[in-house]
């Protein structure tokens, strides 16, 4: 029987576990935090000392955006694995979130900017010369998703010995912009006569007509890369190469890359293969 000196009111109990009092109806009414006792006649609800961990559990679950249902199954988990998981899941997706608004954030700059000139891309017509490569080849959730390649990709060229020679790079395989299961390879330019065991793969590239986009800064800009290409190819009455084999691919060369600068001193060669 719950010694009922110790209980607190509602408000008592709101204050001091800064849940509001609709909010601690509404996980009564939902079964999350049930009051010790309820008033038989006047139906006022009181709380035990006791239920102050669970609130502040609460609170903290709903403020990283856990629903009612998911807040009441992880409360029962406390203490197992399931609720690391829980958490370690939702961590991976706020990161996620965060990285989709910072990429609506720098389109909101891109937007407010259009019709100003910007220095930090610049498009010029070359000629890229034949190359061969190493690369790896795979299917990643997005192209954010890159850097899992590379992860797999490093150790395997170590434990085969092979030397680049070059700026590091990816190839996209797909015949339209998908926004899941992205086929890509990531490569690095190697001397001719290279050999390796799979999962790599020498690929020879023969010299090709592109347009480059010269990116200076975060990878976000990459996508405004490409359309700053696309007025050019209009503008000077180009055709994108589309013989359909590998040379025909759009890519990248990673000039500067994470792991030697900063986010705004990184430096990309996005380029276009026309004919």
Known sequence: MVETTKLMTIGEFSSLTRLSVRMLRHYDTHGVLVPADVD???????YSPEQLRDAADIRNLRDVGFGVSAISA??????????????????????????????????????L?????????????????????????????TYSDEGQLWQQFFPLLQAQGITPIGPCGVIEHCEEYTEHDVELSVFFPVAPGTTTTAPLQVLELPERDCLVAHVAGPYDQITTAHDRINSRLVADGLALRSDGTLA???????LVTPDQAAPEDLVTDVFQPIC
Request: cysteine-free; hydrophobic content about 45%.
């Open 248 to 254: 025909a691919k759009p890519f990248n060369h990673y």
């Open 113 to 141: 900017s259009q019709g100003e000139p910007s220095m930090s891309i610049t498009v010029e017509r070359t000629t890229v010369p034949a190359q061969t490569l190493v690369a790896l080849h795979g299917v990643v959730p």
């Open 40 to 46: 038989a006649w006047t139906g006022y609800r009181r």
């Open 74 to 111: 992880l409360l029962a988990a406390r203490g197992t694995s399931a609720w690391a998981s829980a958490l370690e899941l939702q961590r991976q997706t706020l990161v996620a979130e965060q990285r989709a608004a910072q990429t609506r954030l720098a389109l909101i700059t891109t937007l």
